[in-house]
Structures are given as C-alpha cells and as structure tokens.
C-alpha cells in the first residue's frame, strides 16, 4: 500500500509503478488533471488544502477497504496540495489485481470514495474570483 500528499504535482510513473507484480493480469491507472473549465468558467488554477493526518487515515482506510473487498495486489494513491496549473495531476490511483475486472471496479471505488470521504479541499481560482469546493468531513 502506498499512499501519500505530495506538495504540487502527482508524478503519475511513481504511483503505476509501485504497483507492478508479475501477478497482475490488470492494472487500472486514474489520473485526475486540473482542467481548464468548470461549468462553463474559464478556471486559471486549482488550490488543494487537507488535514492532512485525518486525509492520510482516511486514504489508508479506503486502500484496506479496497484489500478486503477486491483480490487486489498492491495499491497507491497519491493527492496532490497546493497551487496546481492546468493539466497538472492532482490525483493518481493505481491498482493491480490478477484479473481486470476487480482492477477497474476497485479503482472507481476509491476515486468515488475518496471524493466522499478524504478531507481535502478545492478552491477553484477564475478571471472573476475564487471559490471553495468539494468540501468533506
């Protein structure tokens, strides 16, 4: 299991590869990027704060949860803090199993968990200002 916050950017390669094994016939990567539009305003940057012991519990609670569910392998998540700039990487998920399926379905339930449970916070900065959201626990 290897979960971090990194200040700035995700580096997608370390996540994929702390997950590889000889064992695995799947390996899901997803990378979450800063995208330039939010609906339908031009977004200039995105900030990430998070209580960063409660965020890393929380990671480390969804990665035993994902163990317990799914015949997994290995499995990082890495979340980005701070000011990151358009197409950076703010989040990446990697998780390898010995068949694709549980791959696929593990790694959509921790981004989907994770945005629901992982207290991390997003400000979204715009030509005419800046806003919190995706406010957790």
Partial sequence: MDIQLIQGS???NDVESSVGSPDAGGTVVFI???RNQTQSKKVLRL???AY???A???LEKIAKSIQERWD???ISIHHGLGVLQIGEV???IAISCPHRKAAFE???YAIDTLKETVPIWKKEYFEDGEVWVAAHP
């Fill in 56 to 58: 890393l519990k929380e």
């Fill in 52 to 54: 960063e012991p409660m």
């Fill in 72 to 74: 997994c392998l290995a």
């Fill in 47 to 49: 900030e990430f704060e």
């Fill in 32 to 34: 979450g990027t800063v």
């Fill in 90 to 92: 703010a989040v990446a």
């Fill in 10 to 12: 995700v580096n997608v």
């Fill in 106 to 108: 593990a790694c959509a």
